[in-house]
């Protein structure tokens, strides 16, 4: 349990490196259940998540290794097809073995997933998506765990995600790659991180396109073969570093920069008064000019604003003139750092838009909206950011305390550094290279 110690109003400046990204590096993994040959991946992060399914799929058989970024994994399945409990239960996409092991050993123990706390997370769209190709899944409430099997294998199908689901869709792929037939996923997530596993399971001898922008489709093949691979920087990272260039009056150089996935990002970053600039094809520019306006934002999957980009934007509005609403519309409760941002001066609001049928409007289930919910917050900027005594409770959560530290007056305590851990490589060393007055703490010295 770290602590970070922060003593903002520095204006970063310099060029910062982008690690590999987080939300490929899990996935690329998790194919390493799919073929005996050796997976070699590059520009793996160093992040909690990653290590959590590393020890996830040693408890499976797969024997991997490190060597500074780059990871290998050779499977070597020993008939166990139970991810342990004390690990599976703290990362949402342990889960995500499920496909490869039925598809190849007709039998999968998946506990209820864990990760970040960001709303109910529930895996029905996967469960109901396997069960339609053959799989029989059975849910223990008294153990927590999903008991599947496939006695006759997975068949391919069409299946239709009415609701937008990005490891839904990558862990339909990953057990469709060995499954009889052709798969047909309509309604699937269009996040580049999905593109990506494509790629990568199609250099292991997979059969899987793109068909429109929304469909994709496999063709089963009978075996899968070793593969090398460099995982493309993290652009959730390079929204992060653009948003810390602005609230602390900075300028900051990405390196990987992956500016073209993007727009939607940058489109709001430029309206309200941020800056980028196009060095060259893999490094962009950001900082700030002189006013920062409020612009309303609305969370939608790729191509749209995303999910994981609010909270920074949060911090973003604190410091522009205006009113800007952010709706969450994919998560139904991803407001963790209100209460947090609100201890430093932060003016914010919940509001309640109107919303048409909230149950198609939303991406999760509406059922898992509760009386008194709301998915939308207003904040009035802009305010001057003071220090506190704040607490992480999540991934984006974190980084969005950590921005604000930065940007605010004075010495700030940030408690629950494991959480921006998860997705951050050595943020603390990075910011500190650009500037920043940053500390980590154990816990017990604090
Ligand atoms: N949902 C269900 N049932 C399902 C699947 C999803 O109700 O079976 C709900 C979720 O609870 C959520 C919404 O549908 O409200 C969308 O969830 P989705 O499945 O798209 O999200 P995810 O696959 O769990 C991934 C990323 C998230 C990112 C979202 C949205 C990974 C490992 N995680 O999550 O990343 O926010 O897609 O793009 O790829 C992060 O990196 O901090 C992070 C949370």
């Known amino acids: 349990m770290d602590t970070f110690i922060i003593t903002g109003g520095k204006p970063l400046k310099g060029e910062v490196t982008l690690g590999g990204a987080k939300n490929v590096a899990l996935k690329l993994l998790v194919a390493s259940l799919l073929t005996e040959e050796k997976l070699v991946i590059e520009n793996v992060p160093e992040i909690r998540d990653v290590q959590l399914m590393i020890e996830v799929l040693t408890s499976l058989g797969v024997k991997i290794s490190r060597n500074g970024s780059t990871v290998s994994a050779q499977n070597g399945h020993t008939n166990q097809s139970r991810v342990p409990l004390d690990i599976g239960a703290r990362l949402?996409?342990?889960?995500?073995?499920?496909?490869?092991?039925?598809?190849?050993?007709?039998?999968?123990?998946?506990?209820?997933?864990?990760?970040?706390?960001?709303?109910a997370r529930p895996i029905d769209r996967h469960i109901n998506a396997l069960r339609n190709m053959g799989a029989v899944i059975n849910y223990r409430s008294d153990d927590g765990y999903f008991y599947a099997s496939a006695p006759k294998g997975l068949?391919?199908?069409?299946?239709?995600?009415?609701?937008?689901?990005?490891?839904?869709?990558?862990?339909?792929?990953?057990?469709?790659?060995?499954?009889?037939?052709?798969?047909?996923?309509?309604?699937?997530?269009?996040?580049?991180?999905?593109?990506?596993?494509?790629?990568?399971?199609?250099?292991?001898?997979a059969n899987v396109i793109r068909s429109a922008p929304q469909e994709i489709v496999i063709e089963g093949v009978a075996s899968l073969r070793g593969a090398q691979h460099r995982i493309m920087p993290d652009r959730n990272e390079e929204v992060t570093f653009a948003i810390a260039a602005a609230v602390t009056g900075g300028r900051i150089i990405?390196?990987?920069?992956?500016?073209?996935?993007?727009?939607?990002?940058?489109?709001?970053?430029?309206?309200?008064?941020?800056?980028?600039?196009?060095?060259?094809?893999?490094?962009t520019r950001y900082s700030r000019g002189a006013d920062l306006k409020a612009v309303d934002i609305e969370t939608k999957p790729h191509p749209g604003f995303?999910?994981?980009?609010?909270?920074?934007?949060?911090?973003?509005?604190?410091?522009s003139i205006g009113i800007a609403t952010i709706h969450e519309t994919v998560f139904e409760n991803r407001f963790g750092y209100v209460e947090e941002l609100r201890k430093m001066g932060a003016q914010i609001k919940w509001t309640d838009p109107e919303v048409n049928r909230p149950e198609t409007f939303y991406n999760f289930n509406w059922e898992d909206h509760e009386d008194g919910d709301h998915h939308?917050?207003?904040?009035?900027?802009?305010?001057?950011?003071?220090?506190?005594?704040?607490?992480?409770?999540?991934?984006?959560?974190?980084?969005?305390?950590?921005?604000?530290?930065?940007?605010?007056?004075?010495?700030?305590?940030?408690?629950?550094?494991?959480?921006?851990?998860?997705?951050?490589?050595?943020?603390?060393?990075?910011?500190?290279?650009?500037?920043?007055?940053?500390?980590?703490?154990?816990?017990?010295?604090?």
């Open 254 to 283: 990405v390196n990987g920069s992956q500016r073209q996935h993007l727009s939607s990002f940058l489109t709001a970053f430029t309206k309200a008064g941020g800056i980028y600039e196009e060095i060259d094809p893999l490094r």
């Open 92 to 119: 949402r996409t342990s889960s995500m073995v499920i496909g490869p092991l039925l598809a190849r050993y007709g039998e999968a123990m998946i506990p209820n997933p864990g990760g970040c706390r960001i709303g």
């Open 376 to 446: 939308a917050i207003c904040i009035h900027g802009p305010t001057k950011l003071h220090n506190a005594i704040l607490t992480m409770n999540d991934l984006r959560a974190g980084a969005t305390l950590v921005l604000a530290a930065l940007a605010a007056e004075g010495q700030s305590v940030l408690h629950g550094v494991e959480h921006i851990d998860r997705g951050y490589e050595k943020i603390e060393e990075r910011l500190r290279n650009l500037g920043a007055i940053i500390e980590r703490h154990k816990e017990e010295t604090v």
């Open 155 to 205: 068949k391919g199908i069409s299946y239709d995600f009415s609701k937008n689901s990005h490891t839904g869709t990558e862990t339909i792929i990953l057990a469709a790659v060995l499954a009889k037939g052709k798969t047909i996923i309509k309604g699937a997530a269009e996040e580049v991180e999905v593109d990506e596993l494509i790629t990568f399971l199609n250099s292991m001898g």
């Open 306 to 319: 995303m999910t994981d980009w609010q909270a920074p934007w949060a911090v973003l509005m604190t410091q």
